[in-house]
């Protein structure tokens, strides 16, 4: 086990949890646990051992609450403010790891909590589970990815809707609208994430990262390039 301010890491075999861990305020992220996670991110990216990492958050109420505006919204100096944006990318970070990500969320998922779990490849939820983007009801917009993943998830209408008027949904509703992988009852939750995780880092690894880069990489390309790339990725995969 590895210590950080705001997260706990541990790595058992080719499994590595990463735990948002600051329960006394719903795991809000500031803007050490970006660091912290920036940290742990850019290891496990290098570490060929893990081939799959799980993503959950500390105590009973909440995966992550949001974001703490009082360390985000004090701007820095725009020189600083830049370097800052360039030397922690945290979120460019997260979609470039080859691994696959699987979030186990509870409890309060909101503003930077679903910006977390959206980066990741699924999302496994208990019952209990809330999702919202209460941002614009603060005076501002998300500033990490929501407004471009959310509509991805679940399409136009439903990300307006839940940007626009703060209206949070629950896990069921997360699942029909493609928010979420599964919903299961909390105390199957941690299980159920891990269980899955497990399966993935029993495969080949490359197998599993071809995949991920296909599917990823696919959604943003023609129907036509994403065939192509597949070919290209199956041929190459194929044991002579």
């Known amino acids: 086990m590895s210590a950080f301010e705001t997260l706990i890491y541990e790595k058992r075999g080719q499994m590595a949890y990463v735990t948002l861990n600051r329960p006394e305020v719903m795991n809000i992220h500031n803007i050490q646990m970006r660091d912290d996670m920036y940290e742990v991110l850019s290891a496990v990216k290098l570490d060929e051992e893990v081939r799959a990492i799980l993503f959950k958050g500390a105590g009973e109420k909440a995966f992550c609450a949001g974001a703490d505006l009082t360390e985000f919204l004090t701007a820095p100096p725009p020189t600083a403010a830049r370097e800052v944006r360039f030397d922690k990318d945290l979120w460019g970070l997260f979609l470039s790891l080859h691994q696959p990500l699987i979030a186990a969320a509870h409890g309060y998922v909101l503003g930077s909590g679903i910006e977390i779990v959206l980066c990741c ?6 019952e209990d589970a809330r999702f919202g983007l209460p941002e614009v009801g603060l005076g501002i917009i998300p500033a990490a990815g929501a407004t471009q993943t959310v509509p991805r998830a679940v399409g136009r209408g439903k990300a307006l809707e839940m940007l626009l008027t703060n209206r949070w949904i629950g ?45 990823s990489r696919g959604l943003d390309l023609t129907l036509a390039e994403g065939l192509e790339l597949e070919k290209k990725l199956a041929v190459r995969l194929t044991p002579v």
């Open 121 to 126: 490849d699924l999302i496994i939820a208990s």
């Open 171 to 215: 896990a069921e509703e997360a699942l029909q609208a493609g928010l979420v992988t599964k919903v299961v009852p909390r105390d199957h939750l941690l299980p159920t994430a891990e269980a899955m995780a497990s399966k993935i880092a029993g495969q080949d690894p490359l197998l599993m990262r071809s995949a991920k880069q296909l599917v």
